[in-house]
Nanobody
Framework: VQLQASGGGLVQAGGSLRLSCAAS????????WGWFRQAPGKEREFVAG????????YYADSVKGRFTISRENAKNTVYLQMNSLRPEDTAVYYC?????????????????RGQGTQVTVSS
């Protein structure tokens, strides 16, 4: 399984971006997804998670109310809608998938991890 993240770019503060992450290869019906980000000189941060039943979601306090995670199982795809972006949201964003069906804050607990997409928010 390969994860392909896309949708990053340069945006002004207050703007929006929508990240996508598609899983290719073997099809899973019970994937739990997570979005992480890492800014230069900082530790990787667990930003959002969604379970395979689409019944539970997690958001870091830093993005709560601004970011929305969603999934489209038929396409093995997860999305991260990011609104009201701030310069402090600038980071490389990574998607990750767990075949256990749930999300987790431990990046290395995920079975598959994407290559990352750069998000830059200018002030």
């Amino acid at each position: 399984v390969q994860l392909q993240a896309s949708g990053g770019g340069l945006v002004q503060a207050g703007g929006s971006l929508r990240l996508s992450c598609a899983a290719s290869g073997r099809a899973y019906s019970n994937i739990g997804w997570g979005w992480f980000r890492q800014a230069p000189g900082k530790e990787r941060e667990f930003v959002a998670g969604i379970n395979w039943r689409n019944t539970r979601r997690y958001y870091a306090d830093s993005v709560k109310g601004r970011f929305t995670i969603s999934r489209e199982n038929a396409k093995n795809t997860v999305y991260l809608q990011m609104n009201s972006l701030r310069p402090e949201d600038t980071a490389v964003y990574y998607c990750a998938a767990r075949t256990s069906g749930d999300y987790d804050s431990d990046y290395y607990s995920y079975d598959y991890r994407g290559q990352g997409t750069q998000v830059t928010v200018s002030s």
